[in-house]
């Protein structure tokens, strides 16, 4: 990355870190020392954003003292501005995790810009981006947009899966690990042949990969995966497809693993007797982030596999808190699975 993004990132998370400690007027700041290892940059590019500070008077060097904060910055009306462009994935990110990402970004002083283009460039969006500051790219990533975000020279992090040659900074689940706590609990409960309800690959960007990762792991848990017994959903009349499917192979399957998305209209199966009720089967739902099943009853047999931090609130504070060494070396970031 070019050195003027290093200075630029390095104000942003000054101004940040003035808000997040309630700075008034005529407060120190930390030591030179305390914020370029609290921001990961050098000590001419610390220098040079607070030179920038002083200029607008927002700071005041007092030699032999400190840095003092001297006011003049209206956090209302200058937030960063965080550009989430979700490239062609319908399902994501859900209203939840939005919000929650929304009051995530207002703790550093941050707004989202959303943007929901196609695979190729759109120029009217690629031009509403450019106020952005720093860019989440997520849904199904592609090297131009990952191409364009990227000679923009500001803070770019894919969110969720993307295929290899994609070269950016990144952050995802740890699905592969997820993947051996799933295959190992099953082979604690003594499972063999779990029927497995994943997303609609036309929409969920990961869902033919997770698919192939699963069953690398279920055989090498000692079960015996059957691609009969692994139905992804089309979303399009979603519970009929998912009814058919569970009726087609009933009597076959020793457990079920539902990957959240499914579990309304398995859930409305049930109710409206489509379905019969588990009873002891174990069930195991497979989310981001934990949440709850909903009011309809479910056995005592009902497992989560679920991730430490929902993605795009992990994708903020990453971008407000890893040093720019994160950014300019591509590193990878992967959230721990739990199972409740």
């Not at 030179?51 to 060097?61: F, I, M, Q, S, Y």
């Not at 009814?243 to 539902?258: H, P």
């Amino acid at each position: 990355m070019a050195r003027i993004l290093k200075y630029n990132d390095a104000k942003l998370k000054l101004i940040s870190l003035i808000r997040e400690l309630n700075l008034v007027v005529g407060d120190r700041l930390p030591s030179e020392r305390e914020l370029t290892e609290r921001f990961g940059v050098s000590l001419v590019t610390l220098r040079r954003a607070v030179d920038d500070l002083v200029a607008a008077g927002n700071l005041e060097r007092r030699h032999g003292v400190a840095t003092i904060y001297t006011g003049n910055i209206d956090f209302k009306d200058s937030p960063a501005l965080v550009g989430l462009v979700n490239v062609n994935d319908k399902n994501y990110p859900g209203g939840r995790s939005l919000a929650q990402f929304c009051v995530t970004l207002a703790r550093y002083h941050a707004q989202v810009q959303l943007c929901f283009p196609g695979p190729e460039i759109n120029g009217s969006l690629a031009d509403d981006l450019m106020r952005c500051s720093s860019f989440l790219l997520t849904g199904f990533v592609n090297r131009a947009w990952t191409d364009f975000l990227a000679l923009q020279n500001k803070p770019l992090l894919v969110v969720g899966h993307c295929e290899s040659d994609i070269h950016a900074s990144r952050i995802d689940c740890d699905w592969a690990a997820g993947m051996r706590l799933l295959a190992g609990k099953l082979a604690e409960m003594e499972c063999k042949r779990p029927a497995v309800l994943l997303g609609d690959p036309r929409y969920t960007s990961n869902a033919d990969w997770l698919r192939n990762l699963l069953c690398a792991e279920l055989s090498h848990g000692g079960m015996m995966p059957d691609d009969a017994l692994i139905c992804s959903v089309p979303v399009t009349q979603r519970r009929h497809h998912l009814v058919e499917f569970l009726l087609r192979v009933r009597g076959t399957y020793d457990a079920l693993v539902i990957e959240t998305g499914n579990l309304p209209d398995y859930q409305m199966a049930v109710w409206l007797g489509e379905l019969p009720p588990p009873g002891e089967l174990p069930i195991v739902i497979v989310d981001e982030f934990f949440r709850e099943p909903g009011d309809v009853p479910f056995p005592a047999n009902l497992h989560f596999l679920f991730f430490e931090d929902d993605l795009l609130t992990a994708a903020a504070k990453i971008l407000f808190e890893k040093s720019q060494s994160f950014f300019e070396h591509n590193q990878t970031h992967f959230t721990a699975p739990l199972w409740r």
